[in-house]
């Protein structure tokens, strides 16, 4: 085995397989808009999702010239590589040793591409925790940063949204003054001790309407935050958001916490529609799921609530109690007709 040099360290070359599962997020108050160097415009807070996760193992051969390998479910994406060595080449600065081998990816998410769950931030986030696990073997540099956080800040730089799934429980990212310690570099978690008990055992059950490529990207839809007249109204009111929703998870207030979530969600799509050029990712079902979620909470009170992604499908959330049984099956009965497959990933949040 022939031995090689990075750094002041040796190892031997083809040595160095790590693996890494990071969660995929939901955010309640949304990120939309960034400013270079994925600067958040405001700051966004989520729940980290139990199941759906990316699953990946990185086999790293130092020494060798730098390229990248990668399969998604066992089969090559070459343009997924193309983006990812964008990705290594900017965080150079970060992981100095990181253009000095080739690197074969392999790796699969535990829930469907066609469900507009953000893989891209469970993807991110578990390539940014390999890199950590190779930066352990191959970094000169005296820790001073703690690794969990600094795999916020590479999976930043991927997919902003990224950074929050590196956490569990509810996750904040951008710098706020309701929460210490918040960053517009990295994601922190929101503390427990603030969190009313109610808040900690929920369901995300996400309706799959559209199964479909999305019409704009997300990427392309924070651009457009740059004209939109409404922008700086938005990301003041992000703000004043994280305020209302202090109050909300510690005094246990579940209405305020759903009229807030679904006023996020909305104001996401508003702002969509409000660009120039406008768009619009809803589809007639998602309208019609939220009109009978609507209804069903005036007929009976009982906590079921949405948000949306940048996307057509419907994240239906309620809390884990002895009304969910009831929730549930209203679910079954009366929404999964708008799905287009049938679809629905069923997920949790506990913490
Ligand atoms: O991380 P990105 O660039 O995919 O943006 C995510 C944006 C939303 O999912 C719509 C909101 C959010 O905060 O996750």
Partial sequence: MTEKFLGNK????????????CPSNIALIKYWGKYPGQIPANPSISYTLNHCKTNTTMEFCAGKPFGIQIFLAGKEEVKFAEKMEQY?????????????GNYTIHTENTFPHSSGIASSASGFGAVAKCLMELDEAFSDDVRTQDPVQKASFLARLGSGSACRSLYDGLVVWGETREVA???????????DSEIHEDFKNFNDWVLLIHEGEKSVSSTAGHGLMKTNPYAERRFQEAHENFAVIRQILKSGDMDGFMKLVEHEALTLHAMMMMSDPAFILMKSGTLQVIQKIWDFRKETGLSLFFTLDAGANVHLLFPENEHSDEIKSFINANLMQHTQNKGMVKDVMNF
Avoid: C, M
């Avoid at 970060?94 to 253009?99: Q, T």
């Avoid at 310690?181 to 990295?186: E, N, R």
């Fill in 10 to 21: 040796s190892f031997r070359v083809a040595d160095h397989t790590v693996s890494a599962s």
């Fill in 88 to 100: 290594f080449k900017n965080i150079e600065p970060f992981l100095p040793w990181i253009l000095q």
């Fill in 181 to 191: 310690g918040s960053s517009d570099l990295y994601a922190v978690r929101y503390p």
